[in-house]
C-alpha cells in the first residue's frame, strides 16, 4: 500500500468531522509520510488514531445536490459536495477544479466545502509522491 492508497482509504469511510471538531487525519498522515518516508509507520499511526478517536463515518445514501453553492455552510451535504467534485474531475483536470472552487467560493471557505477540497488535495499529494 502507498501513502495515496492510505490517505484515500480512510477519506472514503470518514467523514471530516468528529462529533463538531475536524478530522485532520489526512493532513498527519500526510505529514508523518513526508518525515519518516515509511508506510508501514503510516499505516500504524493511521491505526492508532482511529481507535483514539470517533471520527464520524461517510453516509452511504445521501441527498444529491446539483451545484457547489447549495453545499456551502451545510456540512450534512458532506457527502453530496465530494460527488459533485468527484464528477467534475472526471470530465475535466482536477487542478482547473480545485482553482475553480477555491476561487469562485472564497468567501465560502470555512464551510464543509473547505475540509472537501483540503482531503482532496492531501490525496492528490500523495498520488504524486507514488
Not at 503510516?42 to 491505526?47: A, H, I, K, R, W
Not at 451535504?77 to 482536477?94: F, G, Q, S
Amino acid at each position: 500500500m502507498d501513502i495515496a492508497e492510505i490517505i484515500n482509504k480512510n477519506g472514503e469511510l470518514y467523514r471530516p468531522y468528529m462529533s463538531g471538531l475536524v478530522n485532520h487525519l489526512p493532513m498527519a498522515q500526510y505529514a508523518m509520510y513526508s518525515m519518516t518516508g515509511d508506510v508501514d509507520f503510516v499505516s500504524e499511526f493511521t491505526e492508532r488514531y482511529l481507535n483514539g478517536v470517533q471520527i464520524d463515518l461517510a453516509k452511504k445514501d445521501f441527498e444529491s445536490v446539483e451545484s457547489m453553492d447549495e453545499c456551502l455552510g451545510k456540512r450534512e451535504l458532506y457527502e453530496a459536495c465530494l460527488e459533485i467534485i468527484r464528477r467534475e474531475t472526471e470530465k475535466r483536470d482536477i487542478n482547473e477544479v480545485v482553482s475553480e472552487i477555491l476561487n469562485k467560493y472564497i468567501l465560502g471557505m470555512s464551510s464543509g466545502l473547505f475540509h472537501t477540497t483540503i482531503r482532496l488535495a492531501y490525496a492528490i499529494e500523495g498520488m504524486r509522491i507514488n
